[in-house]
């Protein structure tokens, strides 16, 4: 059972903006970077945010990220087909001495 | 060119052993945090274990600990996974990821099936 808790699924027409958010406590999220993770289906995750809201070389900036108090959010803006894929929030969890990730949400483009 | 390959993957009898290993290359490995992520079929991820650049620092995710030893071999490049008394439960897809300053798992291989089963 994940600490960090993400809407099982969200979804929008094409061209569209979805949000997810990430909800955690002040022992992971709340005193640690939230990254960001994307995985199509059949691959291996991907690296989309990291630092709360950086993206790595070649990631689109459709693609952002916040975090607020003990709360992380992915947006994605000009929704496409090709971000049809799980999306996973993570971070380091102080008082369990572990790395966590979300509990994942599925995006999908009507 | 960053690049994570995995192997050691395979079937495997409930209290058996197996034993991962991830070649690195584009990077300078012992420079690096490197961890083990896994996910069950059909299941979210979940992080299994991390160790330091120079192997003296080690964390376990709860229900690994006292079964699974992650080490590395900077001189090879290599990282690796030791499992033992595999449950049925183990069974997933193991990914080994390079960590970040940050924190996060920047660089993802492919992963390698465990399958625990009778």
């Known amino acids: 059972q994940s600490v960090l808790t993400q809407p099982p699924s969200v979804s929008a027409a094409p061209g569209q903006k979805v949000t997810i958010s990430c909800s955690g406590s002040?022992?992971?999220?709340?005193?640690?970077?939230a990254s960001w993770y994307q995985q199509l289906p059949g691959t291996a995750p991907k690296l989309l945010i990291y630092?709360?809201?950086k993206r790595p070389s070649g990631i689109p900036d459709r693609f952002s990220g916040s975090k607020s108090g003990t709360s992380a959010t992915l947006a994605i803006t000009g929704l496409q087909t090709g971000d049809e894929a799980d999306y996973y929030c993570?971070?380091?969890?102080?008082?369990?001495?572990?790395?966590?990730f979300g509990t994942g949400t599925k995006v999908t483009v009507l | 060119e960053v690049q994570l390959v995995e192997s050691g993957g395979g079937l495997v009898q409930p209290g058996g052993s197996l034993r991962l290993s991830c070649a690195a290359s584009?990077?300078?490995?012992?420079?690096?945090?490197m961890g083990w992520a896994r996910q069950a079929p059909g299941k979210g991820l979940e992080w299994v274990a991390n160790?330091?650049?120079?192997?003296?620092?080690?964390y376990y995710v709860d229900s690994v600990k006292g079964r699974f030893t992650i080490s590395r071999t900077n001189a090879k490049k290599s990282l690796y996974l030791q499992m033992n008394s595999l449950r049925d439960e183990d069974t997933a897809v193991y990914y080994c990821?390079?960590?970040?300053?940050?924190?996060?798992?920047?660089?993802w291989g492919q992963g390698t099936l465990v399958t625990v089963s009778s």
């Open positions: 630092e709360n809201n």
């Open positions: 002040s022992s992971n999220i709340g005193n640690n970077y």
């Open positions: 990821a390079r960590t970040d300053i940050s924190g996060c798992l920047d660089y």
């Open positions: 584009g990077f300078m490995f012992s420079s690096y945090w």
């Open positions: 993570g971070t380091w969890h102080g008082s369990l001495s572990a790395y966590v």
């Open positions: 160790i330091k650049e120079d192997g003296n620092e080690k």
